[in-house]
DNA sequence: CAATAATTTTCACTATGTGATAATTTTGTG
DNA sequence: CACAAAATTATCACATAGTGAAAATTATTG
């Protein structure tokens, strides 16, 4: 319907979403803006984007450093924290997590993801014993929906609604990620995995990888995300898969318990029980 | 001009203002808001509640979650990455953090704390061996600055401008904090830490614990935030803080120093990008 | 303490955000 | 799977609040 014509190729943006375009500008590439080079990359005038800054400074969002350029401030740290303090699924889970690790072979990381509306993010990692191998679900980083144990088994889970739309908007992706290029094809293999309760996947978002995937659900079974381990493929044999598949399984099973059991209130302690 | 006369306590706040005011009533003591909520908080009408929501959605800041409302979203997540990854202190000082705790006795804390703008935050946080007493400074939260190794060691290397206005401006917690009432007291006792190039405090911040703070400079010399250890006041003999006081410099000397090494191109592991 | 850079003010103008109501989509439930 | 209730978005007229240019002010640096 909202199709743009082709005369108007700029995005006409809102005043509230340039100052949301300012804080996107920090990233990893380039994590240090000056004002004036943001205008520039902007297009708005010096004074603007002076404003800008000043209202993102003044939230905490941003924070001049040294010379005239402004990183990331105070306040992403603190809400991050605020994150690892209130979200239910990744309070239970930590410890969890930390008893499940002792049971992997070396080399093996634990995911704790997250689904945020239609995207997955990894919330949490433990690291096992020894040298590691790259992990590409570093927490903080958005993983795609439909690769990786860790995704699959979420996508498994999503309302029938849900992934209509989904296979509507993203078919393409989907067929190439082994689904099948039709709805019904993509429906019985998750229908499949669902069955399955867990799932195994081998090098789909890392070479030398094997994913164990299992759904985290709430109250109302609704999925809200997943644990998994990415074991090194070279001492992933049958028998560790088929050790530790049970107990990734019960490891989901208690974080839900735990998640359950708390009080609903979330306040209580503030105290972050950090791990060594 | 715009005065406002006592009746109208509120403050006038423009558009973007409201915006970033959406994010901020996401805290620890409330999590997750309606819109409506938010709406009847912020005493907008709900249509303008709905695009403020929309906003924050699309940038990541928030998200939905099951029911009608909204947590903080993964691009906080993604960006305390990016903090994490791209500062360069902070990277510099995980190894010789990890490194450095290995020195003290059990039930110690070490603490990397950064100066922003003008308030300071721990940013990075070592738990030594042992059972713990809480410690004050978790990473993501803002502590006075005025109060406890960490900061007053960072207090004592800010600009003489900086100083004065701070000291006009919070003259009396100033002399709360023992730095006496007058300018030039409060001066001299900064210049004596300066001096010394550590600080040693005992109780100021949480009660049995003992504070040694190191200063961290950049390459000119300008402050960006200390190193500290926080020791479990029955542990901490005289003997003790008199070796570690000289490792924690070294480690501060030695953080400044793999910072200035570091490629000043912070792209290292260049993938980010969602892969959607 | 100059000299230059960085930031804020002022001001006239119009784009952009606003609320009330209505239309639409999503969600929960038998 | 359809229905009702809730949640979300669209419409539209209006006025607020954001905008850039230039000037004024405040920091920074040698």
Redesign the pocket.
Known sequence: ??QKQTADFET????????LAVLALFTIERSEW???DA?AQL????????????RL?VAGLIS?V?????TLGPAIIQMDRQIQISDPMLRAARGVMHDLIGHAAEGSALLLCRLFHDRVMCVHQVLGRGPQAPVSYERGRLMPLFRGATSKIILAHL?L??LK?LFERDGAEIAAAGFGGTWDAFRTSLGAIRRDGFIVTRGEIDAGRVGIGVPVFDK?R?ILGSLSFALSEARAGTALIERLTPLTVAGARDIERIMNDAPSSQVSSARLRVAR
Chains 1, 2 share one sequence.
Do not use: H, I, N, W
């Not at 006409?12 to 100052?19: A, F, K, N």
């Not at 040294?66 to 402004?70: E, M, P, V």
């Open positions: 319907m909202a006409r943006e809102s005043s509230g979403d340039r100052l000056t004002v004036e205008a297009g708005v005038s010096a004074p603007t984007a002076y404003r800008y800054f000043k400074t001049p040294s010379g005239a350029s402004y309302q609604r849900t739309s109302d609704t």
